[in-house]
């Protein structure tokens, strides 16, 4: 191959303050390197684009190691094989793996996992079969522990991960009232995936007594994906030993603030209430767990699920941008080739 495939790839060339702007990122052309032995060449398919990508790109210790100035940013992506030379794969096989923001990506066989579009889409692998469902499933059951006839309340419940935890909620039997920014998403909520209730935080007015009417018996769950003053409204409701599987925090992602807030712990001890920060990698081990609930509920219509789809890798920073603007309903992918 060597010289004959020209590459396409998405680096990092310097740290946001604040908010990001396509000014953080350029694109650079350079040639495929030939696969050595037990490598294989990926053409990419679909990139997945995720709000906690934005810690990444700062400098400092955090779950995941920094990206580099200078390197290809990195994330989820499904794509095709084109050539192989490892035993594992073979050309035309579909697989998922955290790779570069490339067009193509040489990487170690053992980096992949084989993916199967007969049970579901490949964009799937990056959404509700993929991180973002898996996200969902464990922080929900693993620290939530809702119990049928709860009330469970979910923040950014528009988005890849809190669609799909709303919706496990209701197949657990509890109460399940969402937060989002449009009307467009709460009507989603309701009528598309069953939520007893959603609630427009943008237009809600004094948002503690909305929840409050949403809620008359209280608040035993609060999935939160958003931080800042939307939480602020769900800890005043909180129950006798709630649960708050802490999942993102997007309201301060590109703050240059200090993000100050009510003091939320006299509201925990006197609720007893149990608040844990999580990653899908505190939960890797057990991945085969959540995916064969998750492709089993899809089976079986209990799941549904939604894609914002951007075409074309030269606008896969625009993408990553628009997260940070409420534009995607579902998860939000950029399909840079056909499959």
Same mark, same amino acid.
């Given at each position: 191959?060597?010289?004959?495939?020209?590459?396409?790839?998405?680096?990092?060339?310097?740290?946001?303050?604040?908010?990001?702007?396509?000014?953080?990122?350029?694109?650079?052309?350079?040639?495929?390197?030939?696969?050595?032995?037990?490598?294989?060449?990926?053409?990419?398919?679909?990139?997945?684009?995720?709000?906690?990508?934005?810690?990444?790109?700062?400098?400092?210790?955090?779950?995941?190691?920094?990206?580099?100035?200078?390197?290809?940013?990195?994330?989820?992506?499904?794509?095709?094989?084109?050539?192989?030379?490892?035993?594992?794969?073979?050309?035309? =096989?579909?697989?998922?793996?955290?790779?570069?923001?490339?067009?193509?990506?040489?990487?170690?066989?053992?980096?992949?996992?084989?993916?199967?579009?007969?049970?579901?889409?490949?964009?799937?692998?990056?959404?509700?079969?993929?991180?973002?469902?898996?996200?969902?499933?464990?922080?929900?059951?693993?620290?939530?522990?809702?119990?049928?006839?709860?009330?469970?309340?979910?923040?950014?419940?528009?988005?890849?991960?809190?669609?799909?935890?709303?919706?496990?909620?209701?197949?657990?039997?509890?109460?399940?009232?969402?937060?989002?920014?449009?009307?467009?998403?709460?009507?989603?909520?309701?009528?598309?995936?069953?939520?007893?209730?959603?609630?427009?935080?943008?237009?809600?007015?004094?948002?503690? =007594?909305?929840?409050?009417?949403?809620?008359?018996?209280?608040? =035993?769950?609060?999935?939160?994906?958003?931080?800042?003053?939307?939480? =602020?409204?769900?800890?005043?409701?909180?129950?006798?030993?709630?649960?708050?599987?802490?999942?993102?925090?997007?309201?301060?992602?590109?703050?240059?603030?200090?993000?100050?807030?009510?003091?939320?712990?006299?509201?925990?001890?006197?609720?007893?209430?149990?608040?844990?920060?999580?990653?899908?990698?505190?939960?890797?081990?057990?991945?085969?767990?959540?995916?064969?609930?998750?492709?089993?509920?899809?089976?079986?219509?209990?799941?549904?699920?939604?894609?914002?789809?951007?075409?074309?890798?030269?606008?896969?920073?625009?993408?990553?941008?628009?997260?940070?603007?409420?534009?995607?309903?579902?998860?939000?992918?950029?399909?840079?080739?056909?499959?």
């Amino acid at each position: 191959m060597g010289n004959s495939l020209s590459n396409q790839t998405i680096i990092l060339l310097s740290r946001p303050e604040g908010m990001p702007t396509e000014r953080n990122f350029e694109f650079r052309e350079s040639e495929v390197p030939e696969p050595q032995a037990g490598q294989v060449v990926v053409r990419s398919i679909y990139l997945s684009v995720d709000p906690y990508m934005r810690g990444r790109m700062n400098e400092g210790k955090s779950y995941i190691e920094a990206y580099r100035l200078g390197e290809a940013i990195a994330g989820g992506v499904v794509g095709e094989i084109i050539q192989s030379k490892s035993d594992h794969y073979q050309v035309g =096989d579909k697989v998922l793996g955290m790779l570069s923001w490339q067009m193509y990506n040489v990487v170690e066989a053992k980096a992949l996992r084989k993916i199967d579009d007969s049970i579901a889409p490949l964009s799937a692998y990056l959404s509700v079969i993929g991180l973002t469902g898996l996200t969902a499933y464990f922080g929900l059951l693993d620290i939530g522990r809702p119990q049928e006839g709860e009330t469970v309340v979910v923040s950014g419940a528009a988005g890849a991960v809190g669609m799909v935890v709303g919706q496990i909620a209701k197949i657990k039997g509890a109460r399940v009232v969402g937060i989002a920014g449009t009307d467009e998403k709460t009507q989603y909520l309701e009528k598309e995936l069953g939520f007893d209730a959603a609630i427009n935080y943008k237009t809600a007015g004094n948002l503690r =007594d909305a929840l409050q009417q949403a809620c008359p018996n209280g608040v =035993d769950v609060y999935f939160d994906n958003v931080g800042g003053t939307v939480s =602020d409204a769900v800890m005043s409701l909180l129950n006798d030993y709630a649960r708050i599987p802490l999942c993102g925090a997007i309201s301060s992602y590109n703050s240059t603030d200090e993000d100050l807030g009510p003091r939320i712990q006299t509201q925990l001890i006197k609720t007893r209430s149990l608040i844990k920060g999580f990653v899908f990698a505190d939960y890797a081990a057990r991945t085969n767990d959540g995916l064969q609930d998750l492709v089993k509920w899809l089976s079986e219509g209990k799941l549904k699920y939604e894609e914002t789809i951007v075409e074309g890798f030269e606008h896969v920073p625009q993408a990553f941008l628009q997260l940070f603007e409420g534009k995607n309903l579902g998860k939000m992918l950029v399909k840079v080739n056909e499959r």
